[in-house]
Protein backbone atom coordinates (compact mmCIF):
# COMPACT_ATOMS: atom_id res chain seq x y z
CA UNK A 1 0.00 0.00 0.00
CA UNK A 2 1.60 3.33 -1.02
CA UNK A 3 2.08 5.62 1.96
CA UNK A 4 0.74 9.17 1.05
CA UNK A 5 3.10 12.27 2.70
CA UNK A 6 0.96 14.89 3.27
CA UNK A 7 2.43 18.22 4.02
CA UNK A 8 1.09 20.26 6.95
CA UNK A 9 0.26 23.88 6.09
CA UNK A 10 1.19 25.05 9.72
CA UNK A 11 4.18 27.46 8.90
CA UNK A 12 7.05 26.57 10.64
CA UNK A 13 9.20 29.41 13.02
CA UNK A 14 11.15 30.22 10.55
CA UNK A 15 8.45 30.75 8.17
CA UNK A 16 6.76 32.95 10.58
CA UNK A 17 7.01 36.89 11.20
CA UNK A 18 8.84 37.71 13.99
CA UNK A 19 5.73 39.96 15.02
CA UNK A 20 3.86 36.39 15.19
CA UNK A 21 6.58 34.11 17.24
CA UNK A 22 5.13 34.72 20.62
CA UNK A 23 2.57 37.57 22.90
CA UNK A 24 5.82 38.23 25.29
CA UNK A 25 7.72 39.76 21.78
CA UNK A 26 4.64 42.00 20.63
CA UNK A 27 4.29 43.10 24.41
CA UNK A 28 8.41 44.23 24.48
CA UNK A 29 8.13 46.04 21.18
CA UNK A 30 4.54 47.64 22.68
CA UNK A 31 6.88 48.75 25.77
CA UNK A 32 9.65 50.08 23.76
CA UNK A 33 7.92 52.00 21.25
CA UNK A 34 7.31 55.40 23.31
CA UNK A 35 11.55 55.05 24.09
CA UNK A 36 12.02 54.71 20.07
CA UNK A 37 9.46 57.40 18.83
CA UNK A 38 11.43 59.98 22.11
CA UNK A 39 15.39 58.82 20.08
CA UNK A 40 13.60 59.27 16.38
CA UNK A 41 12.82 63.12 17.66
CA UNK A 42 14.95 64.08 19.69
CA UNK A 43 18.61 61.72 18.47
CA UNK A 44 17.95 60.22 15.13
CA UNK A 45 15.84 63.36 13.36
CA UNK A 46 18.86 65.62 14.10
CA UNK A 47 21.57 63.77 13.07
CA UNK A 48 19.67 62.47 9.37
CA UNK A 49 18.92 66.54 9.16
CA UNK A 50 22.15 67.54 10.33
CA UNK A 51 23.61 65.17 6.95
CA UNK A 52 21.61 67.14 4.81
CA UNK A 53 22.73 70.42 6.09
CA UNK A 54 26.29 69.73 5.14
CA UNK A 55 25.58 69.27 1.65
CA UNK A 56 23.93 72.68 1.52
CA UNK A 57 24.88 76.41 2.09
CA UNK A 58 22.68 76.68 5.54
CA UNK A 59 23.19 79.70 7.34
CA UNK A 60 21.74 82.34 9.16
CA UNK A 61 18.83 83.52 6.33
CA UNK A 62 17.66 79.69 6.56
CA UNK A 63 16.58 80.08 10.16
CA UNK A 64 14.07 82.57 9.60
CA UNK A 65 10.27 81.91 9.01
CA UNK A 66 8.89 81.11 6.20
CA UNK A 67 12.52 81.11 3.96
CA UNK A 68 13.79 79.58 0.98
CA UNK A 69 15.34 76.20 1.48
CA UNK A 70 18.79 76.33 1.20
CA UNK A 71 20.57 75.98 -1.91
CA UNK A 72 22.58 72.41 -2.45
CA UNK A 73 26.23 72.47 -3.16
CA UNK A 74 27.05 68.81 -2.82
CA UNK A 75 30.55 67.64 -1.32
CA UNK A 76 31.50 71.68 -1.29
CA UNK A 77 31.79 72.09 2.09
CA UNK A 78 33.69 69.00 2.64
CA UNK A 79 36.01 69.78 0.35
CA UNK A 80 36.38 73.09 1.76
CA UNK A 81 37.22 72.14 5.37
CA UNK A 82 40.07 69.34 3.69
CA UNK A 83 41.54 72.62 1.65
CA UNK A 84 41.10 74.69 4.54
CA UNK A 85 39.45 76.78 2.54
CA UNK A 86 37.42 79.42 5.10
CA UNK A 87 36.65 82.58 5.65
CA UNK A 88 38.26 82.12 9.26
CA UNK A 89 42.10 82.91 9.87
CA UNK A 90 44.11 80.37 11.36
CA UNK A 91 42.05 77.56 10.26
CA UNK A 92 43.93 74.39 9.41
CA UNK A 93 41.60 71.31 9.54
CA UNK A 94 44.98 68.75 9.71
CA UNK A 95 46.64 70.37 12.16
CA UNK A 96 44.11 70.30 14.61
CA UNK A 97 43.57 66.79 13.70
CA UNK A 98 47.10 65.82 14.58
CA UNK A 99 46.99 68.04 17.11
CA UNK A 100 44.16 66.89 18.58
CA UNK A 101 45.65 63.55 18.29
CA UNK A 102 48.87 64.13 20.56
CA UNK A 103 46.71 66.07 22.98
CA UNK A 104 44.86 63.39 23.89
CA UNK A 105 47.65 60.72 23.70
CA UNK A 106 49.91 62.60 25.74
CA UNK A 107 47.57 63.59 28.70
CA UNK A 108 46.70 59.97 29.14
CA UNK A 109 50.34 58.30 28.71
CA UNK A 110 51.04 61.10 31.62
CA UNK A 111 47.78 60.31 33.63
CA UNK A 112 48.39 56.60 33.55
CA UNK A 113 52.05 56.68 34.63
CA UNK A 114 51.18 59.04 37.49
CA UNK A 115 48.19 57.54 38.59
CA UNK A 116 50.21 54.57 38.75
CA UNK A 117 52.93 55.69 40.53
CA UNK A 118 50.85 57.65 43.17
CA UNK A 119 48.67 54.55 44.01
CA UNK A 120 51.70 52.48 44.50
CA UNK A 121 53.22 54.95 46.97
CA UNK A 122 49.82 55.30 48.64
CA UNK A 123 49.87 51.43 49.22
CA UNK A 124 52.84 51.62 51.14
CA UNK A 125 52.60 49.09 54.14
CA UNK A 126 52.14 51.42 57.37
CA UNK A 127 51.57 54.83 55.58
CA UNK A 128 50.05 56.76 57.46
CA UNK A 129 46.49 59.21 57.04
CA UNK A 130 46.45 56.86 53.02
CA UNK A 131 42.45 57.59 53.53
CA UNK A 132 42.84 61.41 53.86
CA UNK A 133 45.65 61.54 50.92
CA UNK A 134 42.85 59.30 48.89
CA UNK A 135 39.97 61.92 49.70
CA UNK A 136 42.33 64.73 48.84
CA UNK A 137 43.27 63.57 45.52
CA UNK A 138 40.14 62.96 44.06
CA UNK A 139 38.54 66.34 44.95
CA UNK A 140 39.80 67.78 41.28
CA UNK A 141 37.32 65.54 39.88
CA UNK A 142 34.40 66.95 42.00
CA UNK A 143 35.12 70.82 40.72
CA UNK A 144 33.10 71.90 37.51
CA UNK A 145 35.02 72.14 34.43
CA UNK A 146 34.35 75.88 33.76
CA UNK A 147 35.45 76.52 37.44
CA UNK A 148 38.68 74.74 37.02
CA UNK A 149 39.52 76.19 34.13
CA UNK A 150 38.52 80.04 35.24
CA UNK A 151 40.75 79.45 38.17
CA UNK A 152 44.09 77.94 36.50
CA UNK A 153 43.45 80.31 33.34
CA UNK A 154 44.46 83.36 36.71
CA UNK A 155 46.80 81.48 37.91
CA UNK A 156 48.88 81.46 34.48
CA UNK A 157 48.42 85.13 34.08
CA UNK A 158 51.22 87.11 33.13
CA UNK A 159 51.31 89.89 35.17
CA UNK A 160 49.17 88.82 37.98
CA UNK A 161 49.71 84.89 38.16
CA UNK A 162 51.09 83.00 41.12
CA UNK A 163 52.84 81.04 38.60
CA UNK A 164 54.67 83.94 37.60
CA UNK A 165 55.29 84.75 40.64
CA UNK A 166 56.81 81.81 42.24
CA UNK A 167 59.26 82.05 39.16
CA UNK A 168 59.89 85.81 40.19
CA UNK A 169 60.73 84.64 43.89
CA UNK A 170 62.69 81.31 42.72
CA UNK A 171 64.68 83.46 40.50
CA UNK A 172 65.59 86.14 42.86
CA UNK A 173 66.81 83.85 45.33
CA UNK A 174 69.82 82.70 42.54
CA UNK A 175 70.03 86.87 42.64
CA UNK A 176 67.80 87.68 39.82
CA UNK A 177 65.89 90.99 40.97
CA UNK A 178 64.22 90.60 37.13
CA UNK A 179 60.27 89.92 37.38
CA UNK A 180 58.78 86.78 35.52
CA UNK A 181 56.41 87.87 32.99
CA UNK A 182 55.97 84.55 31.00
CA UNK A 183 53.14 85.01 28.54
CA UNK A 184 51.70 81.37 28.97
CA UNK A 185 48.52 81.64 26.82
CA UNK A 186 49.37 84.52 24.38
CA UNK A 187 52.17 84.26 21.87
CA UNK A 188 54.89 82.96 23.76
CA UNK A 189 56.85 79.85 22.14
CA UNK A 190 59.95 77.96 23.08
CA UNK A 191 62.95 79.40 22.09
CA UNK A 192 63.40 75.77 20.47
CA UNK A 193 62.79 75.44 16.59
CA UNK A 194 62.31 71.74 16.57
CA UNK A 195 59.12 71.85 19.55
CA UNK A 196 56.31 73.14 16.82
CA UNK A 197 54.19 73.05 20.25
CA UNK A 198 53.06 77.14 21.71
CA UNK A 199 53.73 77.34 25.12
CA UNK A 200 50.01 77.74 26.02
CA UNK A 201 50.03 73.73 24.65
CA UNK A 202 52.32 72.88 28.28
CA UNK A 203 50.06 75.13 30.55
CA UNK A 204 46.60 73.49 29.34
CA UNK A 205 49.06 70.04 29.54
CA UNK A 206 49.66 70.56 33.66
CA UNK A 207 46.00 71.74 34.35
CA UNK A 208 44.86 68.73 33.06
CA UNK A 209 47.43 66.93 34.62
CA UNK A 210 46.09 68.15 37.48
CA UNK A 211 42.56 67.35 36.36
CA UNK A 212 43.39 64.02 35.15
CA UNK A 213 45.85 61.99 37.31
CA UNK A 214 43.18 61.10 40.64
CA UNK A 215 40.91 59.11 38.80
CA UNK A 216 43.31 56.97 37.44
CA UNK A 217 45.28 56.86 40.62
CA UNK A 218 41.81 55.37 42.05
CA UNK A 219 41.72 52.86 39.36
CA UNK A 220 44.84 51.86 40.01
CA UNK A 221 44.22 51.49 44.09
CA UNK A 222 41.37 49.49 43.37
CA UNK A 223 43.58 46.75 41.47
CA UNK A 224 46.68 47.03 43.00
CA UNK A 225 44.17 45.66 46.27
CA UNK A 226 43.30 43.07 44.56
CA UNK A 227 47.02 41.75 43.83
CA UNK A 228 47.12 38.35 45.87
CA UNK A 229 49.77 38.99 48.21
CA UNK A 230 51.34 35.37 47.77
CA UNK A 231 52.95 36.96 44.28
CA UNK A 232 54.66 39.15 45.85
CA UNK A 233 56.02 36.78 48.86
CA UNK A 234 57.01 34.51 46.19
CA UNK A 235 59.24 36.83 44.52
CA UNK A 236 61.25 37.79 47.07
CA UNK A 237 61.55 34.08 48.13
CA UNK A 238 63.21 34.11 44.71
CA UNK A 239 65.25 37.07 45.12
CA UNK A 240 63.75 39.47 43.09
CA UNK A 241 64.02 43.44 43.69
CA UNK A 242 61.24 45.66 44.41
CA UNK A 243 62.12 47.00 40.81
CA UNK A 244 61.55 43.71 39.21
CA UNK A 245 58.18 42.90 40.82
CA UNK A 246 57.16 46.16 39.68
CA UNK A 247 57.73 45.45 36.28
CA UNK A 248 56.88 42.10 36.12
CA UNK A 249 54.19 41.54 38.86
CA UNK A 250 52.26 45.15 39.29
CA UNK A 251 52.27 46.48 35.69
CA UNK A 252 50.99 43.49 34.05
CA UNK A 253 48.25 42.82 36.95
CA UNK A 254 47.49 46.28 36.84
CA UNK A 255 46.85 46.30 32.64
CA UNK A 256 43.48 44.49 32.62
CA UNK A 257 42.42 47.30 34.91
CA UNK A 258 43.96 50.71 33.56
CA UNK A 259 43.87 49.86 29.53
CA UNK A 260 40.26 50.21 29.44
CA UNK A 261 40.37 53.25 31.69
CA UNK A 262 42.72 54.92 29.85
CA UNK A 263 40.72 53.92 26.58
CA UNK A 264 37.90 56.52 28.38
CA UNK A 265 40.50 58.79 29.47
CA UNK A 266 42.20 59.24 25.68
CA UNK A 267 38.20 59.94 24.06
CA UNK A 268 37.50 61.86 27.12
CA UNK A 269 40.44 64.24 26.86
CA UNK A 270 40.32 63.94 22.85
CA UNK A 271 36.93 66.32 23.17
CA UNK A 272 37.98 68.26 25.91
CA UNK A 273 35.94 71.20 25.24
CA UNK A 274 36.57 73.52 28.11
CA UNK A 275 40.55 73.37 28.93
CA UNK A 276 40.95 74.61 24.88
CA UNK A 277 38.04 77.19 24.93
CA UNK A 278 38.39 78.90 28.25
CA UNK A 279 42.11 78.42 29.48
CA UNK A 280 43.58 79.22 26.19
CA UNK A 281 40.86 80.20 24.03
CA UNK A 282 42.71 78.07 21.14
CA UNK A 283 45.32 80.81 21.15
CA UNK A 284 48.05 81.87 20.08
CA UNK A 285 46.96 82.02 16.49
CA UNK A 286 44.17 78.79 17.28
CA UNK A 287 47.36 76.68 17.75
CA UNK A 288 45.73 75.09 20.76
CA UNK A 289 42.55 74.34 19.05
CA UNK A 290 40.30 71.33 19.02
CA UNK A 291 37.84 69.77 16.74
CA UNK A 292 35.40 70.18 19.20
CA UNK A 293 36.35 73.80 19.71
CA UNK A 294 36.31 74.55 16.02
CA UNK A 295 32.89 72.67 16.00
CA UNK A 296 31.38 75.33 18.43
CA UNK A 297 33.34 78.18 16.50
CA UNK A 298 31.80 77.29 12.82
CA UNK A 299 28.54 76.93 14.76
CA UNK A 300 28.17 79.92 17.44
CA UNK A 301 30.84 82.26 15.99
CA UNK A 302 30.70 81.74 12.41
CA UNK A 303 27.21 80.95 12.03
CA UNK A 304 28.41 78.58 9.10
CA UNK A 305 25.78 75.86 9.69
CA UNK A 306 26.32 73.42 6.61
CA UNK A 307 30.50 73.94 6.56
CA UNK A 308 29.71 73.02 10.37
CA UNK A 309 27.66 70.26 9.79
CA UNK A 310 30.06 68.70 7.81
CA UNK A 311 32.80 69.26 10.13
CA UNK A 312 30.72 67.51 12.83
CA UNK A 313 30.40 64.37 10.12
CA UNK A 314 34.37 64.67 10.30
CA UNK A 315 34.59 64.46 13.92
CA UNK A 316 31.90 61.29 13.72
CA UNK A 317 34.43 58.94 11.68
CA UNK A 318 37.13 59.81 13.35
CA UNK A 319 35.56 59.18 16.21
CA UNK A 320 34.59 56.03 15.30
CA UNK A 321 37.79 54.94 14.04
CA UNK A 322 39.24 55.53 17.27
CA UNK A 323 36.42 54.02 18.58
CA UNK A 324 36.81 50.49 16.62
CA UNK A 325 40.73 50.62 17.26
CA UNK A 326 40.27 51.57 21.37
CA UNK A 327 37.49 48.47 20.93
CA UNK A 328 40.24 46.43 19.42
CA UNK A 329 42.55 46.91 22.54
CA UNK A 330 40.41 46.37 25.05
CA UNK A 331 39.48 42.89 23.38
CA UNK A 332 43.21 42.30 23.24
CA UNK A 333 42.94 43.42 27.10
CA UNK A 334 40.20 41.38 28.14
CA UNK A 335 41.48 38.28 26.53
CA UNK A 336 45.30 38.74 28.16
CA UNK A 337 42.57 39.01 31.29
CA UNK A 338 41.55 35.45 30.67
Do not use: C
Request: net charge neutral.
Amino acid sequence: MATVNVQSNTPTTAQRSFWQRSESTRTAYLYLLPALIVMGVITFYPLLYQVYMSFTDFGLKNLRVNSAPPAFVGLSNYTRLLTNDMPIPGFNFWGTLAFNLWWALSNVIIHVVLGVLIAVLLNTEGLWGKRIYRAIYVLPVVIPALIIATVWRNLWDADYGPINGLLTTISGWFGSTQAVHIRWLDSYDLPIPWIPLPLSYYAMLITNIWLGWPLNAVVATGALQSIPSELYEAAEIDGATSTQQFFNITVPMLRPALLPFAIFGFITTFNLFHLSYFLSGGGPDHRTELLVTWAYRLVNEQKLYGIASAFAVYEFFILLVLTLITNRLAKVTAGYAD
